[in-house]
């Protein structure tokens, strides 16, 4: 007789692009311990062996026995998702439409998706030796005067007793520093715990807590007013109002409830001084998340959330799947930032899923910012999130002033104005520094004439046309209209037409052969590639080791740099003639937060900003009505335009080896026709050639969320039966954030 029990199968989600569980047979071997939804099991797949999720078991099952493939190995850790974990990873691959495989990958530490079975250590923490340290007075007080980086660290490891060297490197310090302190007997290590923190009054370091403002207060008050249900709160004050002591103090509230705090910044390498700040304040542990930890540091984390030893999680955008086991609050710092959306793969907004996990828990979260995001503001706006503005600066200090210089009336060199030349050379010869932003993001080949300024635009749309060189085309990215690139401008006949933003190229080789006598150095990704480049050089810049820094946006996030009193934005006009809605919003976003980062109340700041259409009404609301206004009225365009956050998009990507597949691809899809949608293209990408790859864009765009989920939902099903479905490689984007490739 047929022993009943020895039939099992599972449904598991394995990590590979495709929309559907694979089932597998379980083996007697490994049916017991009974198997658990959330675990990890290998499976063979298509030749290889890989990490899948159980997500259904039953004993029971539809296909022919000989046709099915068996489990091969059950990873029977203690590290498998639990159901709250992947209700939110489920709704996390259906919001996106992102195969829910690749979505539980993501969520893993890298070490928890390799087939081999893992041996975690527990972490070390560094602690201050109190022993040595009564009785080390004179060796202190040596390593003060000859070591000075090293008596700072040892006062950090002092204020807060156990600190993961994680930690200790994300905030500038090296090994040899730590083993200095190490080898004299200042510190020691001892492993971290396992069991959850807990909370007493000596955990709170009460020296630098600052004393709140009236408004600070309120916000706080209001925060914790509704501690233990789903609030979203946006936080909009202005740089320099003090956001972060308002966080801390929250945190601090929630922590004494033994509850986690999860903190999610765009960038950490980029704001030592708000870690550093934390670390200060809480002795408590502290767990970090980023691309420079290693991954037995990053499983390290992970663990830690999840027996809930770390109280506090700091982390990047995908520090949004921490498994919390018991959270308190979620904040989101600088939630304008772009870098919190991931650009490839899983295309997933940081924010947005962390509002979706706070709802899913039922506790408050926090955005942040002093230029929130258009669809942040509009949602605290029309009250769906709590508003909340702080517009007074605690500290004396003023932000830096926001002048225009009319390129239109300048003769430029390599995109140099002479008023910036010479506010470079005043700014060098008082011994202060210069930071030059070259505005790569949003740079859109809009065509302009040399002579009126005037902006080649379809009549259709009245949006500036964009430049493709390659085919000598203007493209409308509004209604995909298209036309030869005209020799002479429409309004004054002049043949030189040229497109925006040409010229800052060479930019760089330019600078330092005018300023022969002073360090240039730029920090944007490619340079701070290397671990610890970063860190690196942010200490030669405040050591004063450069005196011209050039960056892209990267440099404007948290960053402090006090003796930086001239900053300039070389090009703003592509800008304001993008394709991508968004940029105009994004360089806005830029201008204020340079503005409140350079200078200090000693030596005011001050910004220039390069245009040639000093009269543009955007430019001129922000500089004279300051973000907020510039804001509210750029929604008023928004709104007239039908654009987000008042309706939908999704970009759907495609990109072949000959021009003529992606574009079929996507028009065959265009074919279909959607209740509340309507498609934009298909247009060639801005970058329409990349790699040796033609690459264009589909938008399919509703002024209602549903309509819009329910249509991709038919197209990715027309997508299995496109003639060309395997002649394009083709991606899924809901909520593009970045319409540039
Ligand atoms: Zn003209
Ligand atoms: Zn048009």
Same mark, same amino acid.
Request: hydrophobic share 40%; aromatic share 8%.
């Given at each position: ?100 495989? @690749? $979505?539980?990958? +993501?969520?893993?530490?890298?070490? /928890?998706? =390799?087939? %081999? ?6 972490? *070390? ?119 972060? @002591? $308002?966080?801390? +103090?929250?945190?601090?509230?929630? /922590?004494? =409830?033994? %509850? ?6 765009? *960038? ?101 910012s002093a230029t929130p995001s258009f669809e942040s503001l509009h949602n605290a706006l029309s009250g769906k999130y709590h508003h909340h503005r702080l517009l007074k600066r605690p500290s004396k200090s003023k932000e830096a002033k926001i002048e225009l210089v009319n390129m239109a009336e300048q003769i430029s060199e390599y995109g140099l104005s002479e008023t910036l030349k010479f506010e470079i050379k005043q700014t060098l010869a008082r011994q202060e520094q210069v930071l030059i932003f ?304």
């Amino acid at each position: 007789m047929l022993d009943l029990k020895s039939a099992c199968y599972v449904q598991v989600a394995v990590p590979v692009p495709m929309r559907q569980l694979f089932t597998y047979q379980v083996p007697a071997a490994l049916q017991s311990p009974p198997l658990k939804i959330g675990e990890r099991v290998i499976v063979p797949f298509a030749g290889r062996n890989l990490v899948a999720v159980v997500m259904h078991i039953s004993d029971q099952c539809d296909i022919a026995e000989h046709k099915l493939k068996a489990i091969t190995t059950r990873q029977s850790d203690e590290y498998f998702f639990s159901s709250q974990e992947l209700t939110f990873l489920q709704q996390c691959a259906a919001y996106y439409h992102h195969p829910i495989g @690749e $979505v539980f990958h +993501q969520a893993l530490p890298k070490l /928890l998706r =390799q087939s %081999k079975t893992i041996d975690i250590e527990s972490t *070390e923490l560094y602690h201050v030796n109190k022993s040595s340290a009564r009785c080390d007075v004179p060796l202190l007080q040596a390593l003060q005067k000859k070591a000075p980086k090293q008596f700072a660290l040892y006062q950090l490891i002092a204020q807060h007793q156990g600190i993961t060297w994680a930690e200790i490197r994300s905030l500038g310090y090296s090994k040899a520093q730590l083993n200095g302190l190490y080898n004299k007997t200042l510190i020691i290590t001892k492993k971290a715990e396992d069991k959850s923190f807990t909370w007493s009054s000596c955990q709170l370091n009460t020296q630098d807590k600052l004393s709140l403002s009236v408004e600070q207060a309120l916000v706080v008050s209001s925060v914790l007013q509704s501690q233990t249900q789903f609030h979203c709160h946006l936080l909009e004050g202005i740089t320099g109002s003090g956001k972060t @002591e $308002v966080y801390l +103090q929250i945190i601090e509230a929630v /922590l004494a =409830q033994n %509850k986690q705090v999860l903190v999610i910044v765009p *960038e950490i390498g980029l704001t030592p001084q708000t870690l550093n700040r934390f670390e200060q304040r809480f002795n408590l542990p502290i767990y970090l998340h980023h691309s420079g930890l290693n991954d037995g540091e990053r499983l390290q984390t992970w663990l830690a959330a999840k027996k809930g030893s770390a109280a506090i999680i700091i982390g990047t955008r995908s520090a949004v799947f921490s498994p919390l086991v018991n959270a308190g609050i979620i904040i989101v710092d600088e939630e304008h930032d772009n870098s919190l959306k991931q650009q490839d793969s899983f295309r997933y907004h940081g924010r947005d899923l962390a509002i979706l996990r706070a709802k899913q828990l039922n506790i408050p979260i926090i955005l942040g910012s002093a230029t929130p995001s258009f669809e942040s503001l509009h949602n605290a706006l029309s009250g769906k999130y709590h508003h909340h503005r702080l517009l007074k600066r605690p500290s004396k200090s003023k932000e830096a002033k926001i002048e225009l210089v009319n390129m239109a009336e300048q003769i430029s060199e390599y995109g140099l104005s002479e008023t910036l030349k010479f506010e470079i050379k005043q700014t060098l010869a008082r011994q202060e520094q210069v930071l030059i932003f070259l505005n790569r993001r949003g740079f859109a080949p809009a065509l302009s004439c040399q002579e009126c300024h005037e902006i080649i635009a379809c009549q259709r749309c009245n949006k500036a046309y964009t430049l493709h060189q390659q085919q000598q085309l203007l493209i409308c990215h509004h209604c995909g209209s298209q036309k030869r690139v005209p020799k002479q401008c429409f309004q004054c006949g002049s043949v030189r037409l040229l497109p925006l933003g040409q010229g800052t190229e060479q930019l760089e080789q330019k600078l330092s052969e005018l300023f022969t006598h002073y360090s240039a150095v730029r920090i944007d990704r490619d340079s701070t590639r290397r671990k610890g480049a970063l860190a690196k050089l942010l200490q030669e810049v405040s050591d004063k080791k450069h005196q011209l820094l050039i960056g892209t946006q990267m440099l404007a996030k948290g960053h402090h740099f006090p003796d930086v009193t001239l900053v300039a934005v070389l090009d703003v006009d592509g800008a304001l003639f993008s394709y991508d809605f968004r940029a105009a919003e994004q360089m806005a976003q830029l201008l204020i937060q340079v503005a409140g980062r350079a200078g200090r109340a000693s030596k005011p700041g001050k910004v220039l900003v390069q245009t040639r259409y000093p009269q543009h009404p955007l430019l001129q609301d922000l500089i004279h009505n300051g973000y907020h206004h510039f804001a509210q009225q750029a929604l008023i365009e928004r709104k007239l335009a039908k654009l987000p956050p008042f309706s939908y998009q999704v970009l759907i990507r495609a990109e072949a080896n000959y021009p003529h597949y992606p574009e079929a691809f996507l028009r065959a899809l265009t074919q279909q026709s959607l209740a509340h949608c309507e498609y934009a293209g298909p247009v060639p990408a801005p970058m329409e050639k990349k790699a040796g790859k033609y690459r264009f864009h589909l938008i399919v765009q509703s002024p209602q969320r549903k309509a819009l989920h329910f249509a991709i939902k038919i197209l990715l099903d027309n997508i299995k039966s496109n003639p060309l479905n395997n002649k394009v490689r083709w991606s899924i984007d809901v909520d593009p954030a970045d319409l540039s490739w």
